[in-house]
């Protein structure tokens, strides 16, 4: 399953009052698994940026006088979620965002679910945690993700902290690395040969009764007749 945990900044709160995104960020996570793949782009939004949505993100108007406008980058980002479940953490922020952005590009296919599916974590969230706080630093410190590199919010880092939350919400057990493979690998090899050198331990052993035997010789010639039978050989 191939899941893009995606996150947007913007220039303001709403695109009803005309703000624009201005940073793009995407993780790609495959059967639950970080592939190292990413998406990344800051986006010319073409508009002047609110000073409390400066205040959250650090990015200034300044910063992105050079950079793509977002119908430059349109055909990437979509082929890049096309066909995976979208993970973002209160989705109708930013696939409100992402369909204003391809209406005023004309885009043929402005609605993000003809793309992509969608999950909504803070709905998730509130499901697993009722009252409590849901917001991405509240759930990072109830999941125990390092958030501490998170001096201001920016795309990027916020999908690979969501990354690392989706993963503990829904599995906990989710390897993030090969050294995590590696040392789960060495755990279950040590917990098997304690196992191993218990001599307490007593096995009852049941035989098959005459019946269960006749019955387990006629699925034999059953195998044997399509063919080599191995538990024959």
């Known amino acids: 399953m191939r899941q893009i945990v995606l996150d947007t900044e913007t220039t303001g709160l709403s695109p009803s009052q005309g703000h624009r995104i201005i ?18 782009r800051l986006v010319n939004p073409e508009r002047d940026i609110d000073e409390g949505a400066e205040r959250v993100h650090g990015i200034s108007r300044a910063d992105l006088e050079s950079q793509p406008r977002f119908a430059e980058v349109a055909d990437e980002l979509l082929d890049f979620i096309r066909d995976g479940e979208l993970v973002i953490h209160n989705a109708e922020f930013d696939v409100g965002f992402l369909e204003h952005e391809l209406n005023l590009m004309q885009h043929p296919q402005p609605l993000i679910s003809s793309h992509a599916l969608v999950l909504d974590t803070l709905a998730l969230a509130r499901q697993m945690h009722p009252g409590q706080r849901n917001s991405l630093d509240a759930l990072c410190k109830r999941y125990s993700v390092d958030a501490s590199k998170r001096d201001v919010h920016g795309a990027l880092i916020d999908a690979e902290l969501l990354a ?7 599995g906990g057990q989710a390897a993030l690395s090969l050294s995590a493979d590696r040392n789960n690998d060495i755990a279950r090899e040590e917990d098997s040969a304690a196992r191993q050198r218990r001599s307490d331990v007593q096995f009852v052993v049941i035989p098959a009764n005459d019946e269960e ?9 059953r195998m044997q007749a399509a063919g080599a039978c191995l538990w024959r050989d």
């Not at 940073?23 to 990344?40: A, D, K, S």
């Not at 035997?213 to 010639?221: C, Y």
Request: aromatic share 6%.
């Open 213 to 221: 035997r006749a019955a387990h010789e006629a699925m034999l010639d």
């Open 23 to 40: 940073e793009i960020g995407c993780i790609e996570i495959v059967n639950r698994r970080l592939t190292g793949r990413e998406f990344h």
């Open 164 to 170: 690392r939350v989706y993963l503990a919400m829904t």
